[in-house]
């Protein structure tokens, strides 16, 4: 029998690996795999990640996918497991059909979502006597007077920097409605503490691209010491975390204490509805392997599932109220025509010795001029306009004409289908009137007859979208019945192509006058 020596045993494993990895890397990706029919916009795009990552690391992304899907079509591949869709059959197909969030999302939890969907529905918002009593305070105690302040005070060579100020409005709204008024953050009075918050918030999100593009070298490279997130990122979420535990911590011990003689305004329902969905799992001893490592510590599951609200309800809906005060500061016209609209609400909402009556959120949400300038608002300005990617089923599925395999991953954006010619004739320009039908919008079916994306579709879609609507609504609504607004300055208003985009400036400064 020939003995082989070690030589003669190398060269083939070597050279069968070299040929294993080419066509691993290279034919199988670029040839042989289904999805090798489908258009790229980048010859690398089939056996290579590098062409999509460079755009997000650039943070160019939507302007990058908007130009390849007008150049190569409704589906194309954007890297060797990656597709980009931009079509409404293809969406109803991925986001209404349930393909799961992409490993993308890891930065939310996600885990109790389902116990407190029925909180966040339009009924439920528009019945609940706590979000009507928060609102009130949070209006008429908080904004309206910050606002009347800075008119009396005529401090107006500046003006007021209304993104930081909307920015608190939302959280002042989500954290009242999930830990109660007496224990929301006040950051529409507290400047200082808003401004602190905020510039953690924006330390720990200039850093997801690495852990979440490359998690696996992010953390092969964590492993070995190496850090390419800095260490104050981490600092930084660890004390917004904290805070939020301990605001959570706060509404529960409420809760437990003095349930029956709770103040409506300081009812707590989000922190409320946690709590009754664990105590029922814990009854029924149904709980999943996942609800079950929860059920161990409810608490710290309350305050993470609520950190995901307070993290995706603040900016989103802080910079739609910046961009849509924006074009109304443009229009005095268009602001006589709401205030007009607005003054038909009975009872109104114009100040009277100081105070403004809440209004019914039947009459508010039909009201079309101000349903149409938030619509378009988000389309033009989607705040959270970014791919959002989902992975495809095993085996396969099919998406348009292509049979796709399982684990691709697959997403659409806000920000391209809300700039498709046909659905909205120059998309560039805002024009509340697309969506006014003779001079009537029709709130709730925008969906069906227009390319709308802006909260995306599906049982993952955003859990706060009634949420922010109504907020919107209400503090547009209290703002322009009383006040007219004004551009002061408004350098860097442009948006930011991330995830969120914001305006580059991170401000918008506006002089309020009373009408
Ligand atoms: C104008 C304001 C807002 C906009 C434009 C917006 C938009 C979005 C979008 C596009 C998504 C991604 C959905 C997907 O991946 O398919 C999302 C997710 C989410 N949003 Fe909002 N959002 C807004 C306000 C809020 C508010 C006020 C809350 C408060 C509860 C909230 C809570 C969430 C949560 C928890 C998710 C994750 C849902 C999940 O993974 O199942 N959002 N939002
Ligand atoms: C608004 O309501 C007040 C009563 O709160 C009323 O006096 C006033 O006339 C109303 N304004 C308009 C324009 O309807
Ligand atoms: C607005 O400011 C004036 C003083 O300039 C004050 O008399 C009035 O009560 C203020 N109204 C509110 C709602 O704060
Ligand atoms: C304080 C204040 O600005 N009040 C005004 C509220 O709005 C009505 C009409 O829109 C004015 O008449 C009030 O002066
Ligand atoms: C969110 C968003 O719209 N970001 C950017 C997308 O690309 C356009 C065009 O290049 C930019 O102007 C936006 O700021």
């Not at 079309?368 to 619509?375: G, N, T, V, Y």
């Amino acid at each position: 029998m020939a003995i082989i020596s070690a030589e003669e045993l190398i060269c083939p494993i070597i050279l069968i690996t070299i040929l294993l990895s080419l066509y691993h890397y290279v034919l199988e990706p670029a040839i042989f795999s289904p999805l090798a029919r489908i258009p790229t916009p980048h010859w690398t795009c089939s056996i290579s990640d590098a062409w999509i990552l460079y755009a997000r690391f650039r943070s160019r992304e939507n302007r990058t996918l908007q130009a390849a899907h007008a150049k190569c079509g409704q589906i194309i591949r954007v890297g060797p497991r990656e597709l980009s869709v931009n079509s409404m059959e293809a969406i109803k197909t991925i986001y209404q059909g349930g393909f799961d969030k992409h490993s993308w999302y890891a930065v939310f939890n996600n885990f109790g979502k389902r116990m407190v969907s029925n909180v966040y529905s339009k009924s439920y918002i528009g019945a609940s006597v706590s979000q009507a009593a928060q609102s009130d305070i949070i209006l008429n105690a908080r904004l309206l007077p910050v606002i009347n302040a800075s008119v009396s005070r005529n401090q107006t060579p500046h003006g007021i920097d209304v993104h930081s100020l909307f920015c608190a409005v939302a959280m002042d709204f989500i954290s009242a409605y999930c830990f109660g008024i007496r224990y929301s953050a006040n950051f529409i009075q507290n400047k200082a503490h808003r401004e602190h918050w905020l510039k953690l918030y924006a330390t720990r999100k200039g850093y997801g691209f690495f852990s979440q593009e490359l998690p696996r070298l992010s953390n092969a490279l964590g492993s070995l010491g190496l850090r390419l997130t800095p260490q104050w990122v981490d600092i930084a979420n660890r004390e917004l975390e904290t805070w939020c535990k301990k605001l959570s911590d706060a509404a529960i011990r409420m809760l437990r204490e003095e349930a029956s003689e709770l103040d409506s305004a300081d009812d707590p329902v989000v922190v409320r509805a946690l709590l009754a969905g664990y105590e029922k799992e814990k009854i029924r001893g149904t709980a999943s392997p996942i609800h079950s490592t929860n059920m161990l510590n409810p608490e710290l599951s309350i305050a993470s599932e609520i950190f995901d609200h307070v993290l995706a309800g603040q900016e989103t809906t802080g910079v739609a109220l910046t961009y849509l005060s924006h074009h109304l500061s443009q229009s005095l016209d268009l602001q006589k025509e709401l205030r007009e609209e607005l003054l038909s609400l009975r009872p109104n909402m114009t100040l009277k010795r100081g105070r403004m009556a809440m209004p019914e959120p039947k009459q508010l949400h039909h009201l079309p001029k101000l349903h149409s300038i938030i619509l378009e608002t988000i389309r033009r300005y989607a705040p959270a306009g970014g791919p959002e990617p989902r992975v495809t089923p095993f085996p396969s599925c099919r998406i348009g004409q292509y049979e796709v395999p399982g684990g691709t991953r697959i997403s659409a954006s806000a920000y391209s289908l809300h700039r498709d010619e046909q659905a909205y004739p120059n998309p560039e320009h805002w024009d509340h009137t697309r969506w006014l039908v003779d001079g009537v919008s029709s709130p709730g079916q925008e969906v069906a007859g227009k390319q709308f994306w802006g909260f995306s579709s599906g049982g993952r879609m955003c859990l706060g979208s009634n949420f922010a609507m109504h907020g919107m609504k209400l503090t547009i609504a209290a703002i322009y019945s009383n006040f007219t607004s004004h551009i002061v300055n408004d350098k860097g208003i442009e948006q930011t192509d991330m995830y969120t985009g914001h305006p580059k400036s991170n401000a918008l400064y506006l002089r309020y006058e009373r009408t």
